[in-house]
């Protein structure tokens, strides 16, 4: 049974104190229930994506009910990131339910985000350790993925300055800065070398939501829809115990997306992408991992412009993460930006992935068809 | 070699009210790793597999067996830098950054095969040997390693 995506809307990533989470989980559903051209009546089963942590109280979903239309409906709650959330409302709908309403937010500016990465640290050792956390975290592995491969900071302001030249086109995005050069990336504040203020994504508020749909429903309402023809979602262990060279759990969850779709070379056979890099140098990692390119070589990618948004297999059209991290919500960004794509006739195949946890411990891929 | 700290037995409640004894147990083998470093040693887990866990924990992180305190072997003070970063910017405890100027490194104690994340206490690059450097008055607490400095040749 095929399950197409027949909605989205995403809010203008910012920060915004003016508005309430419900408010902005609202207008997300409102508007990708009217993307779909459905009603509130017509979904069966609302799965949203919020955690406990960010939104500073537990079941952070209980306030949600009424802005999300969950309202005396079939709900449930997924932590982490929204994609892990459509690949729960994907099960949902694969056993029972005909229609489904995802919705992920998240609202970053009451705190420092950074500041939950600690949380997510063993208590009893390196939550002890006031230099640890995720961007000190992100920066050893850069050093020694960098030591290994000779990959020069350069290659990783690359990586930056592409999507943040993509980012200043994007309505959607939260830091635009039109004009920016490779100086400008190289010349940023440093947080924890090698890692800076314009090589790391920057934390917003944000809210999305998508409204799938069985095959059957899709045809007997003529609903217009692109299609998810392959997931795959993995796990990794604790920081401590991985090799920081390797993301091996997107390696199993990108082959799993291929083998379900029926992909043998995702450069060949998709058109383009939208990955979750929090750090510009996560994306040549993600590269090799998604078996774009052998391994070390993420940076002949990003040097020949095969990954522009005008070479071969285009990444980051809408800016990726350095144009806006809405955390929770920014799985559902990447999807969005992705079927919107797409539906525009860009291309026919699109991989999507996001990631969770400390230096990208969970990774989920989608590959979707127009 | 068994220890058991018998303070940390908890008593059943029954009934209101509810008194939060705020006691929590690090488990059965991470608990002897506190204890250790009070003496200035590092313990970690060796399974059968032959993946050493550092610190140890209950199940091996490799082939997912069980691990107890038959499993715990010392561990060497030295180890080899994986990587390491100069932070700039550190989190108070409501989140705020502060400007600062200290050295992280991963390293890999020599025999284990995890990654310990500590500070380095001089400047130290990728591949260079360190050893463990302890506090005088030691609680049996992660605190009790102040970092890691380079080994001299």
């Known amino acids: 049974m095929k399950i197409g995506i027949v909605g989205f809307y995403a809010l203008p990533q910012t920060y915004d104190v003016e508005m309430t989470r419900e408010e902005s989980v609202f207008a997300a559903a409102k508007g990708a229930l009217k993307d779909a051209g459905l009603e509130r009546e017509d979904i069966d089963t609302v799965v949203s994506a919020s ?42 709908l694969r056993t029972y339910h005909r229609t489904a309403l995802v919705v992920a937010h998240t609202h970053s500016w009451t705190f420092n985000p950074h500041k939950v990465s600690t949380f997510m640290l063993d208590p009893l050792f390196d939550r002890q350790n006031e230099l640890l956390n995720d961007v000190t975290l992100a920066a050893l592995q850069a050093n020694a993925y960098m030591h290994s491969y000779r990959v020069s900071e350069e290659d990783i302001a690359l990586a930056a300055l592409k999507n943040l030249e993509n980012a200043s086109r994007n309505p959607l995005a939260f830091r635009r800065i039109v004009g920016i050069t490779l100086d400008e990336i190289l010349d940023s504040e440093i947080y924890s070398t090698p890692i800076r203020e314009l090589t790391m994504a920057p934390c917003c508020d944000g809210a999305a939501a998508v409204v799938l749909a069985r095959e059957d429903v899709i045809e007997d309402l003529s609903l217009d829809a692109v299609w998810i023809e392959g997931v795959g979602a993995a796990t990794d262990s604790y920081i401590r115990d991985r090799d920081l060279l390797e993301m091996n759990s997107l390696g199993i969850a990108a082959k799993k997306a291929y083998e379900m779709s029926g992909i043998n070379n995702p450069l060949d056979e998709i058109d383009f992408a939208e990955v979750n890099e929090r750090f510009a140098y996560q994306e040549l990692m993600i590269y090799e991992a998604l078996k774009l390119c052998q391994k070390g070589r993420g940076k002949y990618l990003i040097r020949s412009g095969i990954t522009e948004r005008d070479g071969d297999f285009p990444v980051n059209i809408s800016g990726g993460s350095m144009g806006g991290d809405s955390i929770i919500a920014n799985g559902l960004y990447r999807l969005i930006e992705a079927a919107k794509l797409i539906k525009r006739g860009f291309g026919e195949k699109a991989l999507v992935h996001s990631q969770w946890g400390l230096l990208a411990q969970k990774n989920i891929v989608f590959v979707l068809r127009g | 070699m068994l220890i ?146 380079g080994v001299k040749k």
């Open chain 1, 51 to 92: 955690s406990d942590f960010y939104d500073g109280r537990t079941i952070s979903s209980s306030m949600l009910i009424g802005a999300s239309g969950a309202y005396l409906k079939d709900e449930s709650k997924a932590e982490e990131d929204g994609l892990f959330a459509v690949l729960y409302a994907i099960q949902r």
């Open chain 2, 4 to 149: 058991k700290n018998k303070d940390m037995a908890v008593e059943r409640y029954e009934g209101f009210p509810f008194v939060a004894r705020f006691r929590w147990t690090a488990g059965e083998i991470y608990e002897v790793f506190l204890e250790k470093m009070k003496e200035g040693k590092i313990f970690g887990a060796r399974c059968d597999c032959g993946y050493v866990v550092v610190p140890p924990r209950i199940i091996c992180p490799r082939c997912l067996k069980k691990l107890d305190q038959s499993n715990l072997v010392e561990l060497p003070q030295k180890g080899v830098v994986l990587s390491k970063t100069d932070v700039k910017f550190k989190m108070d405890s409501a989140g705020n950054f502060e400007k600062t100027d200290e050295i992280l490194v991963a390293v890999k104690i020599n025999g284990a095969n995890s990654i310990l994340f500590l500070k380095a206490l001089e400047p130290v690059e990728i591949d260079d040997e360190v050893e463990i450097v302890w506090k005088e008055e030691k609680e049996g607490i992660p605190g009790d390693i102040l970092g890691v400095r």
